[in-house]
């Protein structure tokens, strides 16, 4: 099998050579031109010594030459790393040398001095212009034609991807030629991508916006790239572009619908929004429907299974509103390629209503964690992938994110989970954003807690806020104090840190579990 991410720009090169493949401000590649540069990159990584099956980390960054890069290290015969350009130095030197990188690859002047300072051997930094000097991989290689295909089986090395670390330290998520092949055609076939359509990038490229750049490819669409998910730059793109498909996270949904220019804006090419990789509001969900029309999709989805999982579509989310509107906190049935079953803490099916583990079994999950045997034992069993992730699925089948494990507050003995109390006090017209964690109390063991961004110009206090829980939640689900805050700690990828909000509360308690003193 050849690597995905090479197969698959070079067949579109072969069936769309003259569609435009790139749109990066007003530098555009065709299928053929991306093709060419890909091999171009590739022979430059070849002459420098690389050998298929090597790790390359990669230094996100926006651009058409990240996409360039992705491409020409498969080409190669190489793992991709994908870092993320907003990780500390820290945090890419702790990826580099996990995954033993051969080679480090920079987009920017200032991502290659940190390449530089983070690899074993400063001459294995490399980098894509003029900036780099001899390490240059734009400059024309020795060999023009593409590299010799390199073939290998289906459980070949693809990825290793690292996660934002909401728990802590990240780890490697591998996948294979197979995994990543599945999870492509996924997203090209369920959201139906032709040559005519335009898929935005303004997500880091590494990550969830990730699923935009290689569906294109299988479907022939064109990616158009924004160096950020700045609101106006978003709006002005989909109406200059024709843009037709976008992925993105719920902060950066409500973003959009905050900024006064979207009552202007042209959208009328977008026929799919699809918003998923944190839990959304209902309340949120509803502003979004009225404000951009019969587009939107949602789903569940994670770094170890990044085909979306779970679907439900515009009829779905128009049902929803229909019977009441306490759907739109779904994230949509299984889909017809994803198994997915809800495990109590003895591993027994749980019944409808109740919350339990989500277990997956598809052709896109994980095959391991880089060199982590006890996640491998602890997550992967018998064909399943025990996601760490809660939820509880009605009688209709829907399903409905609770939390992730370590995030759980017991209090006085009941289960509390984050994301429902969010979702009720997200409701409230004030706020924009909110937290809720755990804190050791003496009484209950644990008590909860919210922090909560309110919207520019917006006023509430703590205990309008608390009354306001009060009527919509059991007594001991409500928040025993609020805390108002200009921003919540987020992973570069917009899902809220609660870890760093329940830390300052945590100090000398050890493994941060509270029992009733």
Not at 144 to 162: F, K, N, S, W
Not at 373 to 387: I, N, P, Y
Request: proline share 7%; with cysteine; net charge negative.
């Amino acid at each position: 099998m050849i690597h995905p991410y090479s197969h698959y720009p070079a067949r579109a090169a072969r069936h769309w050579p003259d569609t435009a493949a790139l749109i990066d401000g007003d530098r555009t590649l065709t299928y053929s031109e991306l093709d060419k540069r890909a091999s171009a990159f590739a022979n430059a990584l070849i002459d420098r010594g690389f050998s298929p099956g090597e790790r390359v980390a990669l230094i996100q960054h926006n651009c058409l030459e990240y996409v360039v890069a992705v491409i020409g290290i498969a080409r190669a015969g190489g793992a991709l790393t994908p870092m993320l350009g907003a990780l500390t130095e820290k945090e890419h030197a702790f990826i580099v040398a996990d995954v033993d990188a051969r080679f480090v690859v920079a987009l920017t002047p200032a991502h290659y001095a940190r390449a530089r300072a983070i690899i074993r051997t400063p001459e294995d930094a490399l980098g894509f212009g003029g900036f780099a000097g001899e390490s240059d991989l734009s400059a024309p290689p020795a060999i023009e034609t593409a590299p010799p295909p390199i073939d290998r089986p289906p459980t070949e090395l693809a990825q290793i991807l690292y996660t934002s670390g909401t728990t802590g330290r990240p780890k490697g998520v591998t996948h294979s030629y197979a995994s990543v092949s599945a999870a492509m055609n996924f997203w090209a076939a369920a959201f139906r991508h032709t040559p005519e359509d335009r898929l935005l990038g303004q997500l880091p490229l590494s990550h969830f916006c990730g699923r935009a750049m290689d569906s294109a490819w299988v479907g022939g669409a064109a990616l158009v790239i924004l160096p950020s998910a700045e609101p106006r730059t978003i709006l002005n793109a989909i109406g200059a572009h024709g843009v037709t498909f976008m992925l993105t996270v719920p902060t950066a949904l409500r973003m959009l619908l905050d900024d006064p220019a979207i009552e202007t804006a042209d959208l009328g090419s977008l026929r799919t929004v699809v918003y998923a990789a944190a839990p959304a509001a209902p309340s949120l969900v509803e502003r979004a429907m009225k404000r951009l029309g019969a587009v939107l999709y949602t789903g569940y989805g994670q770094t170890e299974a990044y085909g979306l999982n779970t679907l439900m579509t515009p009829a779905g989310h128009a049902e929803a509103v229909h019977l009441g509107g306490a759907r739109l906190a779904s994230v949509g049935r299984e889909c017809a390629n994803a198994q997915i079953k809800l495990v109590d803490a003895h591993g027994e099916p749980c019944a409808a209503g109740e919350v339990g583990e989500i277990c997956l079994c598809t052709p896109w999950n994980t095959p391991g964690f880089w060199r982590r045997s006890d996640l491998d034992a602890e997550r992967l069993r018998k064909g399943w992938l025990h996601t760490g992730d809660f939820a509880r699925m009605d009688e209709d089948g829907y399903i409905y994110l609770a939390d992730r494990k370590e995030d759980m507050i017991i209090s006085g003995g009941y289960n509390v989970y984050p994301a429902e109390v969010e979702n009720a006090i997200l409701a409230h017209e004030a706020v924009a954003e909110c937290g809720v964690f755990a804190v050791p109390d003496a009484k209950w063991g644990e008590a909860v807690y919210a922090a909560v961004v309110l919207r520019p110009g917006a006023d509430a206090s703590e205990g309008e806020l608390i009354a306001f829980a009060k009527a919509n939640l059991a007594k001991f689900k409500v928040p025993k104090a609020i805390k108002f805050m200009d921003a919540l700690p987020k992973t570069p990828v917009g899902k809220t840190l609660r870890r760093i909000l329940r830390e300052p509360y945590w100090r000398g308690k050890r493994d941060h579990i509270s029992g009733s003193e």
